[in-house]
């Protein structure tokens, strides 16, 4: 009697540990979920106002259309901002690694540098307030790119108002980093 008695505690503490690591995998996915990164957009860029925000696999998607194949990572956001001066569009990609925001980012310039005839009618690197900024010029637009850590920002912007839009967005990125 004794031996079955024994038989039914090791059992028990057998299921009671297989429950409490299921419980403890369970809570650890969730933890992680939660840690995922929340990408914000300014609510403005000076007089610029944010009027449309698009997020997770629909802006993944977008991104990826426009580049015609899978070029974003998992987590992206698109801001559509208006004004009564121009519009514009930010396109911004959160990577895993600041690397490969790095490698993404000179891929991209130098892709662009180097293209014949494509979109871009003009490619100029510079600097503003610390970053290393591109600026293309295509489709009757600015298009701006720089990066802030895992951070990769894409601005489409209407000519009268692109420079001091650039300028204001790099001051509000790296000012909240």
């Not at 899978?70 to 514009?88: F, H, K, L, Q, T």
């Not at 720089?146 to 420079?163: C, E, M, N, R, S």
Request: include cysteine.
């Amino acid at each position: 009697m004794s031996d079955v008695s024994l038989r039914e505690i090791v059992t028990r503490k057998r299921v009671a540990l297989g429950v409490g690591i299921c419980i403890a995998a369970a809570i650890f996915f969730f933890l992680a979920k939660l840690q995922r990164v929340s990408l914000a957009l300014p609510k403005s860029i000076l007089q610029l106002h944010l009027n449309e925000e698009i997020r997770g696999n629909e802006a993944r998607g977008i991104v990826d259309k426009m580049h015609l194949k899978s070029v974003s990572p998992d987590e992206n956001v698109i801001g559509m901002y208006r004004s009564s001066n121009g519009d514009a569009a930010l396109y911004l990609s959160h990577y895993e690694t600041s690397e490969a925001a790095v490698d993404q980012f000179e891929k991209m310039a130098r892709l662009i540098r180097d293209e014949q005839g494509g979109v871009f009618t003009l490619v100029r690197e510079m600097q503003t307030q610390g970053r290393k900024v591109y600026l293309c010029l295509g489709l009757g637009q600015a298009h701006y790119f720089f990066l802030t850590g895992k951070d990769l920002y894409w601005l489409v912007v209407d000519l009268p108002i692109a420079q001091a839009s650039m300028q204001e967005l790099v001051r509000l990125v790296t000012n909240t980093k």
